[in-house]
Nanobody
Framework: QVQLVESGGGLVQAGGSLRLSCVAS????????MGWFRQTPGKDREFVAA????????YYADSVKGRFTISRDNAKNTVNLQMSSLKPEDTAVYYC???????????????????????WGQGTQVTVSS
């Protein structure tokens, strides 16, 4: 079992920046990949970014590549998403996810292998105004 708590969402103007953070507890943090997803009303959940268990590799959706940076601090059991050059289409609820088996699985074919994200945070709202 992994428990995840996100923070850092809010309202920002287009072109601005926000930093999301997620703290994990429960299962040994260094044994699994971490990721961020987002969802808007009426749409499917969308993959945003993922990071390998040791932070050595990252993977991004094309829509955020070059603007978002995912990082993790294994000493603090945290994963962060630095978002820059934000656009109105980035508006969504953002979810932190852990690469462990569970319900509501999201599969990502990352460069370091298949990752099954099965543990989710409660989500944090990001709103980008034009």
């Amino acid at each position: 079992q992994v428990q995840l708590v996100e923070s850092g969402g809010g309202l920002v103007q287009a072109g601005g920046s926000l930093r999301l953070s997620c703290v994990a507890s429960g299962r040994t943090y260094t044994s699994y990949s971490m990721g961020w997803f987002r969802q808007t009303p009426g749409k499917d959940r969308e993959f945003v970014a993922a990071i390998s268990w040791n932070g050595g590799r990252t993977y991004y959706a094309d829509s955020v590549k070059g603007r978002f940076t995912i990082s993790r601090d294994n000493a603090k059991n945290t994963v962060n998403l630095q978002m820059s050059s934000l656009k109105p289409e980035d508006t969504a609820v953002y979810y932190c996810a852990a690469g462990v088996r569970g319900e509501n699985i999201a599969f990502v074919a990352s460069p370091w292998g298949a990752v099954y994200f099965g543990s989710w945070g409660q989500g944090t709202q990001v709103t980008v105004s034009s």
